[in-house]
């Protein structure tokens, strides 16, 4: 059967088991090409449309074969792709025409960025949707977030997607006095001039009393506008849809009005290729 989407989940490369497979307790060599393997995969589905590697990770090695190895007629209908950074960009140059890169990468260190920085992060042009996932974001983030940004100047929806676990987590310590949680994030996407969709999402497990508010200000939502010229509507952490509407006495002036609630971030995408039926409990 031909598949048109794919989930890869929490396979581990086996280059980094010390060189060999861990069996029953044991070590088995395995001299084999991990990366060629995938590559062999993939030329078997010239469908795909939608590769995800969720919970995985690419020795270094399998990173820079599959970068070797990889040519666009290998995937010729990709348009979504998923993985972490080094995944990204072992798959990137095999991908000319990738519309929507999600990289679920949540520690943004220093070196990570940099990391990406120096990739050969090619045929990023062609990528107008990108989702990122930030874990406990601080001020050392939102310093890099430009940074990292900047690698997809083009990109024309941006889905930021946070995750605060930290109880102690505290305002103060992630931000400079007089700035909060999304004027920081405005901030940081102005380099974006070509963004029309902006979307955030969040867990937030125990409650947090300054810094992420209940209620976005309007002056923010304005300043999103003025950061992005280009921008066309705006989904806050409340999964509320906010719309630029132009007056209607031609002046072209406008501002944003709230149009609807939509559904969590995390529960679209696409659907899987075999159809299942729930297990009674």
């Given amino acids: 059967m031909k598949l048109t989407h794919w989930k890869v989940e929490g396979t581990v490369d086996p280059t980094t088991w010390m060189g060999g497979t861990h ?48 040519v666009p007629s290998d995937l010729p209908r990709l348009k979504h792709l998923t993985g972490n950074p080094d995944i990204a960009a072992a798959f990137l140059c095999a ?35 990108l989702s990122l996932q930030i874990l406990n974001p601080d001020k050392k983030f939102w310093r890099q977030f430009a940074r990292i940004l900047a690698l997809f100047s083009n990109v024309e929806t941006l889905q930021l997607q946070v995750v605060i676990t930290m109880y102690n987590w505290s305002p103060d310590e992630q931000f400079e006095p007089g700035e909060d949680y999304f004027s920081t994030i405005v901030q940081a996407i102005s ?45 806050d952490h409340r999964g ?19 149009v609807g609630v939509v559904e969590k971030m995390e529960d679209r995408g696409p659907k899987n290729d075999f159809p299942y039926e729930k297990a009674e409990d």
């Avoid at 025409?97 to 920085?117: A, H, K």
């Fill in 95 to 129: 991908l000319p025409e990738l519309e929507y890169l999600n990289i679920i990468e949540r520690y943004w260190t220093e070196e990570r960025v940099t990391s990406m920085e120096k990739s050969p992060f090619t045929n990023r042009a062609s990528i107008s949707k």
């Fill in 240 to 258: 509320r849809l906010w719309e630029y509407r132009f007056k209607s006495d031609g002046s072209g002036a406008g501002s944003f009005e709230q």
């Fill in 23 to 70: 069996v029953y307790g044991r070590f088995r060599h395995w001299d084999g090409d991990y990366a060629e393997e995938i590559r062999t995969v993939l030329q078997a589905q010239p469908l795909l449309e939608s590769l995800s590697f969720v919970g995985c990770s690419f020795s270094e090695e399998t990173a820079e074969n599959l970068r070797s190895y990889l």
């Fill in 191 to 235: 380099p974006l001039l070509a963004l029309r969709h902006l979307e955030f999402a969040g867990e937030i497990p125990h409650p947090v009393k300054e810094g992420i508010a209940d209620d976005v200000p309007e002056g923010l939502i304005a300043k999103c506008k003025i950061a992005c010229r280009q921008l066309e509507s705006f989904i």
